[in-house]
């Protein structure tokens, strides 16, 4: 690891998690060379004496870079920065994405990709990857009833869809952009939208679910339909968070 003093935890904002700052704080060290690449993390208790936050924050935030393909954990080790970096230009850096209009660019997307993935997965899909499926979205239900991030089982939802249509190139995008991806990763998403958190995520559940019983009866039709719907009903939720946000600073 680098010998120079890291900088100074930056000022976090209040609309974004304090495990996505944390993520965004990681990363930038990364890129700055304070945690230069094969090297480890600091351990748990180091991020949080440092950071001032909790474990259950540090946690999220290295599943988070995991999901990225930033940084992978070895069992009885520790978690270490991926020493060979992208060389595709894919990978969008979670510290460029900071308004709502970069979430809704993201959003137009995923619904130009994902859509096709749906289907594709539907037609093609095995029960071993729909049970994967399955057990994503059960640990997406339980985090929304118990009001948790569901931040890392959503993006594995996706991702295990795209991994579903035998397509490499659909997984290697899906692996290259990440927990980017998810609009709650950025933003606030129920705030937003003037909507308790615990109703906003009970209807992303249940659109999840739609996915999920088209792409299990095989029904390629109804599971583009589905994912189109889901991730257009995100991108106008949040289009319509924006054009309200504008008109109040006017």
Same mark, same amino acid.
């Given at each position: 690891?680098?010998?120079?003093?890291? !900088?100074?935890?930056? @000022?976090?904002?209040?609309?974004?998690?304090?495990?996505? #700052? +944390?993520? &965004?704080? $990681?990363?930038?060290?990364?890129?700055?060379?304070?945690?230069?690449?094969?090297?480890?993390?600091?351990?748990?208790?180091?991020?949080?004496?440092?950071?001032?936050?909790?474990?259950?924050?540090?946690?999220?935030?290295?599943?988070?870079?995991?999901?990225?393909?930033?940084?992978?954990?070895?069992?009885?080790?520790?978690?270490?920065?991926?020493?060979?970096?992208?060389?595709?230009?894919?990978?969008?850096? !979670?510290?460029?994405? @900071?308004?709502?209009?970069?979430?809704?660019?993201?959003? #137009? +997307?995923? &619904?130009? $990709?994902?859509?096709?993935?749906?289907?594709?997965?539907?037609?093609?899909?095995?029960?071993?990857?729909?049970?994967?499926?399955?057990?994503?979205?059960?640990?997406?239900?339980?985090?929304?009833?118990?009001?948790?991030?569901?931040?890392?089982?959503?993006?594995?939802?996706?991702?295990?869809?795209?991994?579903?249509?035998?397509?490499?190139?659909?997984?290697?995008?899906?692996?290259?952009?990440?927990?980017?991806?998810?609009?709650?990763?950025?933003?606030?998403?129920?705030?937003?939208?003037?909507?308790?958190?615990?109703?906003?995520?009970?209807?992303?559940?249940?659109?999840?679910?739609?996915?999920?019983?088209?792409?299990?009866?095989?029904?390629?039709?109804?599971?583009?339909?589905?994912?189109?719907?889901?991730?257009?009903?995100?991108?106008?939720?949040?289009?319509?968070?924006?054009?309200?946000?504008?008109?109040?600073?006017?």
């Amino acid at each position: 690891m680098d010998n120079s003093s890291p !900088p100074p935890p930056r @000022v976090r904002r209040k609309h974004r998690s304090l495990a996505q #700052e +944390l993520v &965004i704080e $990681l990363s930038q060290q990364i890129r700055d060379g304070h945690i230069k690449r094969g090297e480890k993390l600091p351990t748990e208790s180091a991020i949080m004496q440092a950071q001032g936050v909790s474990r259950t924050v540090v946690r999220e935030a290295i599943s988070r870079l995991q999901a990225s393909g930033l940084v992978e954990t070895r069992h009885g080790i520790g978690t270490f920065v991926l020493d060979t970096p992208s060389t595709t230009g894919l990978r969008i850096d !979670p510290a460029t994405i @900071v308004t709502l209009r970069d979430v809704l660019s993201i959003l #137009e +997307l995923r &619904i130009s $990709l994902e859509v096709e993935s749906a289907g594709l997965a539907a037609q093609r899909r095995t029960p071993e990857q729909l049970a994967e499926m399955r057990k994503f979205l059960d640990t997406l239900n339980e985090s929304v009833a118990h009001s948790s991030d569901a931040v890392v089982s959503d993006f594995q939802f996706h991702q295990q869809i795209a991994e579903a249509t035998d397509n490499r190139y659909f997984t290697d995008i899906m692996k290259h952009l990440g927990t980017a991806i998810i609009p709650r990763a950025r933003l606030n998403s129920a705030r937003l939208v003037h909507d308790d958190q615990q109703h906003y995520l009970g209807r992303l559940s249940r659109e999840h679910e739609e996915i999920y019983s088209a792409i299990a009866r095989q029904d390629s039709d109804a599971a583009r339909a589905a994912m189109r719907l889901h991730l257009t009903n995100s991108r106008e939720r949040l289009r319509q968070a924006h054009e309200e946000a504008e008109a109040e600073r006017e």
